[in-house]
């Protein structure tokens, strides 16, 4: 799974999730892509999720870039806890997904098989997507 190496603060604050993605929504690298229409938190686990459904659909042809990277931690107090007693422990590594926000790109491949492999992908997904070329 992808996790930072290293972070300056073991524990993060929650934070909002509001507006758009003003950086990372155009496509850089491929001829097509999956871009975020919902904002939410994607987990490593859920990267590579989709990152294998869109692989084995393109039976390993083409090339795919993942455009984004899970560097915020997530913290759990254990179940059955009470309140009280400070912050739970570091559980996951999420990535913050805004609307616009292109998540993968893929190029070697014909657009149906793109579009068929990103509608897959987007399955494994905690928000809504869509597919984007760079004809339309």
Known sequence: MLSPKKVKYRKRQKGRTK????????????????QAVECGHMSAQ???????????????????????????????????????????????????VKPGRILYELEGVAENVAGEAFRLAGFKLPFATRFVSRRS
Do not use: C
């Not at 990372?24 to 999956?34: A, H, K, M, Q, R």
């Not at 083409?62 to 009280?84: C, H, L, N, Q, V």
């Open 19 to 34: 507006g758009k993605a003003m950086r990372g929504n155009t496509l850089e690298f491929g001829d097509y892509g999956l």
């Open 46 to 96: 859920q990267i590579e999720a989709a990152r294998v459904a869109v692989t084995r659909h393109v039976k390993r042809g083409g090339k795919i870039w993942i455009r984004i990277f899970p560097d915020k931690p997530i913290s759990k107090k254990p179940a059955e806890t009470r309140m009280g007693k400070g912050k739970g422990a570091p559980e996951a590594w999420v990535a913050v």
